[in-house]
Nanobody
Framework: QVQLVESGGGLVQAGGSLRLSCAAS????????MGWYRQAPGKQRELVAA???????NYADSVKGRFTISRDNAKNTVYLQMNTLKPEDTAVYYC????????????WGQGTQVTVSS
């Protein structure tokens, strides 16, 4: 069975940094795109950043220049380095992977809370 396990959320002051990690556990699968979504209270889930298997990143306009997505294909892990955090970045962050295990399917992590205080 394949699972996405996230870590790295927490509470930080505005202007601070956090690094999120997400590892796909299991065996016998291959991964295409990985990424991060977030959902703030009362708002829809939105894409934060994504990265292809070849390493091409894509960012939401609101995080460009502040967040950096990367991945380690050997470890089936995606990272999100978040710098210059703002209170409006406060949300639950969800890891995402388009993964082939008995067929292509979208997988989601359990979510990790990021809170930025002003």
């Amino acid at each position: 069975q394949v699972q996405l396990v996230e870590s790295g959320g927490g509470l930080v002051q505005a202007g601070g940094s956090l690094r999120l990690s997400c590892a796909a556990s299991g065996s016998g699968f291959s991964i295409d795109t990985m990424g991060w979504y977030r959902q703030a209270p009362g708002k829809q889930r939105e894409l934060v950043a994504a990265i292809t298997s070849g390493g091409s990143p894509n960012y939401a306009d609101s995080v460009k220049g502040r967040f950096t997505i990367s991945r380690d294909n050997a470890k089936n892990t995606v990272y999100l380095q978040m710098n210059t955090l703002k209170p409006e970045d406060t949300a639950v962050y969800y890891c995402y992977a388009r993964l082939n295990w008995l067929g292509w399917k979208d997988y989601w992590g359990q979510g990790t809370q990021v809170t930025v205080s002003s």
